[in-house]
T-cell receptor, first 114, second 111 residues
Framework: GAVVSQHPSRVICKSGTSVKIECRSLDFQATTMFWYRQFPKKSLMLMATSNEGSKATYEQGVEKDKFLINHASLTLSTLTVTSAHPEDSSFYIC??????????FGDGTRLSIL | QKEVEQNSGPLSVPEGAIASLNCTYSDRVSQSFFWYRQYSGKSPELIMSIYSNGDKEDGRFTAQLNKASQYVSLLIRDSQPSDSATYLCAVNSGGADGLTFGKGTHLIIQP
């Protein structure tokens, strides 16, 4: 099956730090990548949709200047949480999509801001 | 506002029995429907996808879709303790759209 790699798996850092999360599709070229966020005991919420070479589309309520998305190639998308604060602590999960296939999820990044 | 509703549970089922999980969705233009399994602290794992009305079977799993009723279900036959997890129903308008997830049903298979 399709493999999506997400790195790092866990980050613990101080408030005010910027954190970069990478999402790579290892065995296929993803036309679109998605970023989701999951708070404890809640469901996944879509944050943004990312297409290679174009600006990401953010969901309502998600600050584009805080959550910077770069989609440099068909196999790599990055999410940078800028000036992270404790309320940004969450489980961030990416998914990769190619035409005709369901989305495949990475293993997620657990972000803890102290 | 797109919404996907699931009973949060927990749903407790004896080992070997059939587990039945239900989901309703609000957006009538939804075209693609998915069931994901999520273990605690892990990312979702795709179990089933279904796109047209009727039943779709894959091993012990059967997905059922009724677009007129805006209803999706997942049946797990011969339930095993390893099936204990949270099952997430997700929908989208097709293809390259983001998924809208339900809150998930916590399933417990009792040995």
């Amino acid at each position: 099956g399709a493999v999506v790699s997400q790195h790092p798996s866990r980050v613990i850092c101080k408030s005010g730090t910027s954190v970069k999360i990478e999402c790579r599709s290892l065995d296929f070229q993803a036309t679109t990548m998605f970023w989701y966020r999951q708070f404890p005991k809640k469901s996944l919420m879509l944050m943004a949709t990312s297409n290679e070479g174009s600006k990401a589309t953010y969901e309502q309520g998600v600050e584009k200047d805080k959550f910077l998305i770069n989609h440099a190639s068909l196999t790599l998308s990055t999410l940078t949480v800028t000036s992270a604060h404790p309320e940004d602590s969450s489980f961030y999960i990416c998914s990769a999509y190619r035409t005709g296939q369901p989305q495949h999820f990475g293993d997620g990044t657990r972000l803890s801001i102290l | 506002q797109k919404e996907v509703e699931q009973n949060s549970g927990p749903l407790s089922v004896p080992e070997g029995a059939i587990a039945s999980l239900n989901c309703t969705y609000s957006d009538r233009v939804s075209q693609s429907f998915f069931w994901y399994r999520q273990y605690s602290g892990k990312s979702p794992e795709l179990i089933m996808s279904i796109y047209s009305n009727g039943d779709k079977e894959d091993g012990r799993f059967t997905a059922q879709l009724n677009k007129a009723s805006q209803y999706v279900s997942l049946l797990i036959r011969d339930s095993q303790p390893s099936d204990s997890a949270t099952y997430l129903c997700a929908v989208n308008s097709g293809g390259a759209d983001g998924l809208t997830f339900g809150k998930g049903t916590h399933l417990i298979i009792q040995p």
